[in-house]
């Protein structure tokens, strides 16, 4: 994987206009600044400024107008790169800064990051003379949008030819034309590739054509200059990404490729959840400055096995009332996330049970991988009075109890070698073995069984505010048949509590559902044929970017 984005660099031009100093006033590592002065300035939502004379640190750039003495200061956190071209009259050139800082934030103003474009006009002698000094501005915010010093803008004359860009990112864009509303392409076109281009990251895009698509393609990309993918869609298209990841032979490599989420589909749970663990506001701005300005950071994912296939899921795993909520509210997907509203409310008064067992390895266990990856948990702890002690012993074949129900093999859910034993590789326990006495078991009607692997169900659903995205922990929400329609809507639409004694939060490692009947479950709000799961715990496997924020206080 590449490194931070370049080697020391040099760019030549006049220092008339264009000085390095060392800072050495602080005790601190000595401190790189740029120095200059502009004959215009002009910023996104401001008339001319006039001329500015300009200081370029690592903590971002500041002006001061001239005329008036006042100051304009953009953080380096907000910066994402930096362009030159010639002047209207081309006599000068104008080095452009892009940067999108956090603004709002008021009682009757929602906070949100929006765009600023900050066009400084430097007139030298000479048109050249303007350019040298122009690219060498520009490459200087450039290296400081990449996280980079300053120290290798030279102060010397060299030969402009000599400079050297800074490689460009390489990019991997994701686009579902048909997610959620079938905004996927114009939420692309419209702000994620300006905003790409203006960092200057090298695009290639696939516009995915069906279901699998991606998975497919992404296991016969060459990972090793990729810097991220990006997918913008909904939840199930990096569903497909992480699947085709760990389905290459390379997959322990492969699966650290950073990974960010562009909300377009209709539930965004896991790009509401990644920018909530930052504390950054709900947009596709900040979505995108997350993977541009971010740090890839761990990801759990859950191994899971059935019967028939051996696959991988990031958020969630559904089956009762969350996942009829999920799937049947699939015909509205035109009024966007409305549709969770309106099928919420109609299957609370329609409240259906699900007869099967429940299994899980409790938060509390202390878990130990053996050398064959199996998973002992040797340490005992306190059982919830909901749950029992027991054994759950398949045969040989796996068992089979659904009658009717076909899982799906397609490549799709498939890994490259599928696990027909229900054995985890490379690690964790079997979903054939027998549990030991430190799993609890629970059996009969359930109104839901939600394990949940991140703090949001839908863009705006904050489900587990305690939720990380590197826990190791799934979040279960767990309810018998004795579920009170109240309790049910109290819990869902104000988070976990003590509404009813039948409806509680559980903290899991792995756990294994057994349904009794035939029907739907959704997995990362993919609808799938209900059948035996058995799911565990992968602590920090993948890698996401997630934005670094940093508020103005200006």
Same mark, same amino acid.
């Given at each position: 994987?590449?490194?931070?984005?370049?080697?020391?660099?040099?760019?030549?031009?006049?220092?008339?206009?264009?000085?390095?100093?060392?800072?050495?006033?602080?005790?601190?590592?000595?401190?790189?600044?740029?120095?200059?002065?502009?004959?215009?300035?002009?910023?996104?939502?401001?008339?001319?400024?006039?001329?500015?004379?300009?200081?370029?640190?690592?903590?971002?750039?500041?002006?001061?107008?001239?005329?008036?003495?006042?100051?304009?200061?953009?953080?380096?956190?907000?910066?994402?790169?930096?362009?030159?071209?010639?002047?209207?009259?081309?006599?000068?050139?104008?080095?452009?800064?892009?940067?999108?800082?956090?603004?709002?934030?008021?009682?009757?103003?929602?906070?949100?990051?929006?765009?600023?474009?900050?066009?400084?006009?430097?007139?030298?002698?000479?048109?050249?003379?303007?350019?040298?000094?122009?690219?060498?501005?520009?490459?200087?915010?450039?290296?400081?949008?990449?996280?980079?010093?300053?120290?290798?803008?030279?102060?010397?004359?060299?030969?402009?030819?000599?400079?050297?860009?800074?490689?460009?990112?390489?990019?991997?864009?994701?686009?579902?034309?048909?997610?959620?509303?079938?905004?996927?392409?114009?939420?692309?076109?419209?702000?994620?590739?300006?905003?790409?281009?203006?960092?200057?990251?090298?695009?290639?895009?696939?516009?995915?054509?069906?279901?699998?698509?991606?998975?497919?393609?992404?296991?016969?990309?060459?990972?090793?200059?990729?810097?991220?993918?990006?997918?913008?869609?909904?939840?199930?298209?990096?569903?497909?990404?992480?699947?085709?990841?760990?389905?290459?032979?390379?997959?322990?490599?492969?699966?650290?490729? *950073? $990974?960010? !989420?562009?909300?377009?589909?209709?539930? #965004? /749970?896991?790009?509401? @959840?990644? &920018?909530?663990? %930052?504390?950054?506001?709900?947009?596709?701005?900040?979505?995108?400055?997350?993977?541009?300005?971010?740090?890839?950071? *761990? $990801?759990? !994912?859950?191994?899971?096995?059935?019967? #028939? /296939?051996?696959?991988? @899921?990031? &958020?969630?795993? %559904?089956?009762?009332?969350?996942?009829?909520?999920?799937?049947?509210?699939?015909?509205?997907?035109?009024?966007?996330?409305?549709?969770?509203?309106?099928?919420?409310?109609?299957?609370?008064?329609?409240?259906?049970?699900?007869?099967?067992?429940?299994?899980?390895?409790?938060?509390?266990?202390?878990?130990?991988?053996?050398?064959?990856?199996?998973?002992?948990?040797?340490?005992?702890?306190?059982?919830?009075?909901?749950?029992?002690?027991?054994?759950?012993?398949?045969?040989?074949?796996?068992?089979?109890?659904?009658?009717?129900?076909?899982?799906?093999?397609?490549?799709?859910?498939?890994?490259?070698?599928?696990?027909?034993?229900?054995?985890?590789?490379?690690?964790?326990?079997?979903?054939?073995?027998?549990?030991?006495?430190?799993?609890?078991?629970?059996?009969?009607?359930?109104?839901?069984?939600?394990?949940?692997?991140?703090?949001?169900?839908?863009?705006?659903?904050?489900?587990?505010?305690?939720?990380?995205?590197?826990?190791?922990?799934?979040?279960?929400?767990?309810?018998?048949?004795?579920?009170?329609?109240?309790?049910?809507?109290?819990?869902?639409?104000?988070?976990?509590?003590?509404?009813?004694?039948?409806?509680?939060?559980?903290?899991?490692?792995?756990?294994?559902?057994?349904?009794?009947?035939?029907?739907?479950?959704?997995?990362?709000?993919?609808?799938?044929?209900?059948?035996?799961?058995?799911?565990?715990?992968?602590?920090?496997?993948?890698?996401?970017?997630?934005?670094?924020?940093?508020?103005?206080?200006?």
């Amino acid at each position: 994987m590449p490194q931070p984005w370049e080697e020391p660099l040099s760019l030549a031009g006049p220092g008339n206009g264009c000085k390095l100093k060392t800072d050495r006033s602080s005790n601190k590592t000595s401190r790189r600044t740029m120095k200059g002065t502009f004959a215009e300035a002009r910023l996104t939502g401001r008339k001319d400024l006039g001329a500015v004379s300009a200081v370029l640190s690592e903590d971002g750039l500041s002006l001061e107008v001239v005329v008036t003495g006042e100051t304009i200061a953009l953080r380096s956190e907000d910066i994402i790169g930096s362009d030159v071209n010639l002047s209207a009259d081309k006599q000068g050139c104008v080095v452009s800064v892009f940067a999108y800082p956090l603004r709002g934030g008021s009682f009757l103003r929602k906070e949100k990051r929006e765009r600023r474009c900050l066009e400084l006009t430097l007139r030298k002698a000479s048109v050249l003379q303007s350019i040298q000094d122009g690219h060498r501005w520009s490459h200087a915010v450039a290296r400081l949008a990449h996280g980079l010093d300053l120290a290798p803008i030279a102060s010397d004359r060299l030969s402009f030819s000599a400079s050297k860009p800074l490689r460009r990112r390489r990019f991997i864009v994701y686009v579902n034309p048909m997610s959620g509303r079938g905004l996927g392409l114009r939420t692309f076109n419209d702000t994620v590739r300006p905003m790409l281009q203006e960092a200057d990251v090298r695009i290639e895009l696939v516009t995915t054509r069906s279901q699998g698509h991606a998975r497919e393609h992404i296991t016969t990309v060459d990972l090793d200059d990729v810097d991220c993918v990006l997918i913008v869609s909904g939840d199930g298209l990096l569903h497909e990404v992480i699947n085709g990841l760990m389905s290459r032979p390379d997959s322990e490599s492969a699966v650290l490729t *950073p $990974l960010s !989420i562009i909300p377009s589909g209709s539930g #965004n /749970a896991m790009a509401a @959840s990644v &920018l909530y663990s %930052a504390n950054e506001p709900y947009s596709v701005v900040s979505a995108v400055m997350g993977c541009l300005k971010g740090d890839p950071v *761990p $990801l759990d !994912i859950t191994h899971l096995s059935t019967p #028939n /296939a051996s696959f991988y @899921s990031f &958020l969630s795993v %559904a089956w009762g009332f969350v996942c009829d909520v999920d799937l049947e509210s699939d015909v509205m997907r035109q009024i966007g996330e409305l549709r969770f509203v309106i099928s919420f409310f109609l299957r609370t008064y329609t409240l259906r049970r699900y007869k099967g067992r429940f299994a899980y390895l409790p938060a509390s266990t202390e878990v130990k991988r053996d050398n064959d990856g199996s998973t002992t948990s040797p340490k005992n702890h306190a059982r919830p009075k909901h749950a029992r002690k027991g054994s759950l012993v398949e045969d040989a074949g796996g068992r089979a109890r659904c009658n009717g129900y076909s899982y799906p093999t397609s490549s799709r859910h498939e890994t490259s070698n599928p696990d027909r034993s229900g054995s985890l590789a490379p690690s964790g326990v079997t979903r054939t073995e027998a549990l030991d006495e430190n799993w609890e078991v629970m059996e009969g009607d359930f109104t839901n069984v939600l394990p949940l692997a991140s703090s949001h169900l839908a863009s705006d659903f904050l489900w587990y505010s305690q939720s990380k995205l590197n826990d190791g922990l799934l979040h279960v929400l767990v309810g018998d048949g004795q579920v009170s329609r109240w309790a049910l809507v109290k819990t869902l639409l104000l988070g976990p509590g003590e509404y009813d004694g039948h409806l509680r939060c559980i903290k899991v490692r792995a756990f294994r559902i057994e349904p009794q009947e035939t029907g739907r479950m959704a997995i990362d709000g993919e609808a799938f044929e209900l059948t035996d799961v058995h799911g565990t715990v992968l602590p920090g496997k993948a890698r996401i970017m997630v934005p670094k924020t940093i508020k103005n206080t200006t």
